[in-house]
């Protein structure tokens, strides 16, 4: 008897289909991963500007605006540099508030919407502790 050579449509198919339903299993799991990782876009661009702010107030003894550090991407605003997350600045001249919030595609982070940073390091998020 002679054996076939090669492989037949039934064998592709079902490599096909186990092929999709591993990536159904694996998909939501790796968008949940870029998420989080998207996170420390938000990480990296509060501390920034939390340091921005503090090297201000060495000179001027005061905290200042987005603006003020020529930071500012729209509306009083800073798009960090991956551009998962917008943030603003409450000021005063004794303290700030930084808030980052997501946008985008990062906007699908029900977790971590908003995360802020202030003046006394103090740190707060949408779920608290699992964003920082």
Not at 30 to 39: D, K, P, T
Not at 59 to 68: E, F, G, I, M
Request: hydrophobic share 40%; glycine share 6%; charged share 15%.
């Amino acid at each position: 008897m002679k054996v076939p050579a090669g492989i037949c449509l039934t064998d592709l198919v079902i490599a096909m289909v186990m092929i999709l339903i591993l990536s159904v299993i694996t998909y939501p799991s790796y968008q949940s991963y870029l998420r989080v990782s998207h996170r420390s876009d938000a990480h990296i661009g509060l501390l920034k500007l939390a340091g921005m702010q503090e090297q201000f107030f060495l000179h001027a003894q005061q905290y200042t605006t987005l603006n003020n550090l020529h930071l500012v991407s729209g509306a009083d605003s800073y798009l960090t540099e991956q551009g998962f997350y917008r943030i603003t600045a409450s000021v005063t001249p004794s303290s700030y508030l930084l808030t980052a919030t997501a946008i985008g595609s990062q906007a699908s982070d029900t977790e971590c919407q908003t995360l802020t940073l202030a003046q006394d390091g103090s740190r707060d998020s949408t779920s608290h502790e699992r964003c920082w």
